[in-house]
T-cell receptor
Framework: QKEVEQNSGPLSVPEGAIASLNCTYSDRGSQSFFWYRQYSGKSPELIMSIYSNGDKEDGRFTAQLNKASQYVSLLIRDSQPSDSATYLCAVPGWSGYSTLTFGKGTMLLVSP | NAGVTQTPKFQVLKTGQSMTLQCAQDMNHNSMYWYRQDPGMGLRLIYYSASEGTTDKGEVPNGYNVSRLNKREFSLRLESAAPSQTSVYFC?????????????FGDGTRLSIL
């Protein structure tokens, strides 16, 4: 069983700060990684995907992947109160199929 | 473009009752999934359908059955509901099997078993 670990939080940051969310995974063979955002009472929403070592930037979001150390992180620059949500990390679950194994998520709280 | 549509959005059942949760996607996706989400447990895969005509068990399949009715629709059935099945159920879909394919979620069904 593949494992995905995230700190449950909450991670509290002031508005305008950088929020750093981390995720570690057990399967060295994982090739793709996804970050989902889930607002309270809502469904998960894909915000970033990353497949290669290094950084991938999309607006205020940056995903960082280090396959050798088996971690993937999400940086949110200029954090806004609207970023307050739970962030889920996901990696492929079974070889050959698009199942995903999700971490339990990190709750982010951005205070005005 | 509706994406992934789940019905109903809310439901209360009594122990022992049966129910079918419906899911339909209009994105021409091949693979579909059913998850449950419980506090402190994260998203757990119940069943999935990699393509039309196939279904497979996920991490927590006991007490559930599924039907891939056609390419668009994937239903989840509780034959005899138990309080332990109180949860939020999410349906998701993705383009095709294989790596590098993110999943897209419906809005969820909030199910309470009394």
């Amino acid at each position: 069983q593949k494992e995905v670990e995230q700190n449950s939080g909450p991670l509290s940051v002031p508005e305008g700060a950088i929020a750093s969310l981390n995720c570690t995974y057990s399967d060295r063979g994982s090739q793709s990684f996804f970050w989902y955002r889930q607002y309270s009472g809502k469904s998960p929403e894909l915000i970033m995907s990353i497949y290669s070592n290094g950084d991938k930037e999309d607006g205020r979001f940056t995903a960082q992947l280090n396959k050798a150390s088996q971690y993937v992180s999400l940086l949110i620059r200029d954090s806004q109160p609207s970023d307050s949500a739970t962030y889920l990390c996901a990696v492929p679950g079974w070889s050959g199929y698009s199942t995903l194994t999700f971490g339990k998520g990190t709750m982010l709280l951005v205070s005005p | 473009n509706a994406g992934v549509t789940q019905t109903p959005k809310f439901q209360v059942l009594k122990t022992g009752q049966s129910m079918t949760l419906q899911c339909a996607q209009d994105m021409n996706h091949n693979s579909m999934y059913w998850y449950r989400q419980d506090p402190g447990m994260g998203l757990r895969l119940i069943y999935y359908s990699a393509s039309e005509g196939t279904t497979d068990k996920g991490e927590v399949p006991n007490g559930y059955n599924v039907s891939r009715l056609n390419k668009r629709e994937f239903s989840l059935r509780l034959e005899s509901a138990a309080p332990s099945q109180t949860s939020v159920y999410f349906c998701a879909s993705t383009v095709a099997q294989g790596f590098n394919q993110p999943q897209h979620f419906g809005d969820g069904t909030r199910l309470s078993i009394l």
